[in-house]
């Protein structure tokens, strides 16, 4: 696979770059399943949209404030950088944390079901990491070590796991999941949202070790850090969360 370059069309003499309109197409795919689906979970449809006006913004601002920060010494010297995406640099937990904040704030004021209003947006979550992972592919960036596997990924002549899409097609299959388990199997609020949080991060803590980009906090990866803390808190309250439901 070698990548056709970052740039996706030209408007005006604008380079419009594949990774803003993949995380758009993302958004715009997500909002509308969503949307379609918030009267399964008990959610007003006009809260979902609340929750979408304050997600995106507050997902982007989380995604480019966690990747500055654990990456300053790209940016100390050029302060302006901070404020260009156009080249990627957006991480997903910090996405996911402030995201996280600016739904429960939405619910709180529209009188939703915070941990319902987290189901809702488990699934298009990881369909959104799923699409949005190729702008990876598009700016030859967070790839693996080098490898002659026939998927490599091509860049300079030389082959490279193609992480991004390991992640695209695992979080691609987490979607179908969590939509059937949701539709078929959801037992108590907050179960999807969860069930989310543990098996995406299971398997970014294997893939992040194929990467050659990432930060080190002792002998582990930082995201892989992330994911072990993410997914023993998510296993934690599932475990607390469905006790609870059987007692009420």
Known sequence: MVSPGRVCFTVFGIDIMWYGVLIG??????????????????????????VIIALIPAAIIGARAYYVIFNWSMYAGDLKQIFNTRNGGLAIHGGILLGILAVY???KKDKENFRDMLDLCGPVLALGQAIGRWGNFFNEEAHGVETDLPW????DGVGYHPTFLYESIWCFCLFLFLIWFSNHKRSFSGQI???????????????ESLRTDSLMIGPLRQAQVISITLFVIAFILYMYWRKESKNK
Request: proline share 4%.
């Open 193 to 207: 949202i969860l069930l989310y949080f543990m098996l995406y991060s299971f398997e970014r803590f294997f893939v």
């Open 105 to 107: 704030l939405v619910c």
């Open 152 to 155: 490599a990924q091509i860049i």
């Open 25 to 50: 197409l993302a958004f715009v795919i997500a909002t509308i399943i969503s949307y379609k689906r918030a009267p399964r979970l008990g959610i007003k449809p006009d809260s979902f949209i609340d």
